[in-house]
């Protein structure tokens, strides 16, 4: 697999450095109370089971899946629920779970899907933001890295759903990405 990578964005090392450092501050800030995580599918699953065994407040944990219609590289705006959560969020302190920031669209999406539901509160904790790309404003109340403008794989994040299992963050060759 590794003669198909373009470059390595980040490290493992880094990664579950920045984790635990994110684990110690949602900790802090979370002091007293409990908190539902709200994972959102499937790319923030490798992200989520790192960053709850860092915490040392009562957690839950709730998934929730997202289509967004356009090609595997282009996300199109369009944000479809494929699976809505198990537990209502009402009265809850929400922290919503999410591998990378780009448009902003699906989060947005997402974020005035919750509020309806009236939360306790609502944040953010997102792994990866690519700020050139957003669309609509959205606030990251942690994050982990802001990457270039590249398309990015590997700690759950995919490509045609492949490399998920890489444990730092790349870019693939541009043969890769051109391939169906
Ligand atoms: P947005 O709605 O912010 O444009 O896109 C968010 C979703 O698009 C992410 O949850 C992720 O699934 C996908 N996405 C955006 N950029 C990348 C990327 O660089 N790599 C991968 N694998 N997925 C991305």
């Known amino acids: 697999m590794n003669e198909l990578i373009e470059k390595i964005l980040i490290e493992p090392k880094e990664i579950q450095e920045r984790v635990k450092e994110l684990g110690r501050k949602i900790s802090e800030d979370y002091q007293g109370k409990e908190v539902l995580l709200v994972c959102i599918l499937k790319g923030a699953f490798v992200f989520l089971a790192d960053l709850i065994r860092s915490l040392d407040i009562p957690v839950r944990v709730d998934f929730i899946a997202c289509s967004s219609y356009g090609s595997s590289t282009e996300s199109s ?8 959560l198990d537990y209502p969020v009402e009265r809850k302190h929400i922290l919503l779970i999410e591998d990378i920031v780009d448009t902003g669209l699906t989060l947005n999406y997402i974020l ?7 939360p306790l509160s609502l944040k ?7 700020p050139e790309r957003r669309i609509v404003p959205v606030n990251v109340d942690y994050l982990g890295f802001k990457i270039p403008n590249e398309f990015v794989v590997g700690y759950g994040l995919d490509f045609n759903g492949h490399y998920r299992n890489l444990p730092f963050i790349a870019v693939l060759k541009k043969e890769v ?4």
């Open 112 to 118: 005035s899907i919750l509020k309806e539901r009236r």
């Open 77 to 84: 705006g369009v944000v479809r629920i494929l699976k809505d």
């Open 177 to 180: 990405y051109s391939q169906k």
């Open 124 to 130: 953010v904790c997102a792994l990866l933001d690519k």
